[in-house]
């Protein structure tokens, strides 16, 4: 017999976005408009860098729901730039998920948009991914 609890807060929506090799779960709630990234507090975790929070918070400024919902983050791999992308695009795609009806607007700011860029692989014989050794002729 298994009994369900109905007193656990369920995420309303999870969904993951993802950027050169930085991958985010998110997972969103409602609430009062906390952030946590790996259990930490977003402004610690992206070191107080102003510049990471406005990007990462900001497919939510533009549909005025800052103060809407609560966001837990798991983000892992790359760095932190490409983390706050990463974010950036879960949070977009999770709030289509609730409501297609914002999804003109994320697409519009470009939010929803992937960006599929990454670094390419080295080669053998050559130094980086195309940096050749110099060539001499004699």
Not at 59 to 77: F, H, V
């Given at each position: 017999m298994s009994f369900i609890n109905l007193n656990t807060s369920l995420p309303l929506c999870?969904?993951?976005?993802?950027?050169?090799?930085?991958?985010?779960?998110?997972?969103?709630?409602?609430?009062?408009?906390?952030?946590?990234?790996?259990?930490?507090?977003?402004?610690?975790?992206?070191?107080?860098?102003?510049?990471?929070?406005q990007l990462l918070k900001a497919?939510?400024?533009?549909?005025?729901?800052?103060?809407?919902?609560?966001?837990?983050?798991?983000?892992?791999?790359?760095g932190l730039k490409g983390q706050t992308d990463a974010v950036k695009l879960g949070i977009a795609r999770a709030l289509c998920a609730i409501s297609n009806e914002k999804r003109p607007t994320l697409k519009q700011e470009g939010y929803l948009t992937r960006d599929y860029r990454s670094k390419e692989r080295k080669k053998y014989g050559l130094r980086k991914a195309r940096k050749a050794p110099q060539f001499s002729k004699r």
């Open positions: 999870v969904t993951v976005g993802r950027r050169k090799k930085a991958v985010a779960k998110v997972k969103v709630e409602t609430g009062n408009g906390s952030v946590l990234v790996n259990s930490k507090p977003v402004e610690t975790y992206f070191q107080y860098n102003s510049q990471y929070i497919p939510l400024l533009a549909l005025n729901l800052e103060n809407a919902y609560d966001i837990s983050i798991e983000a892992k791999g790359g």
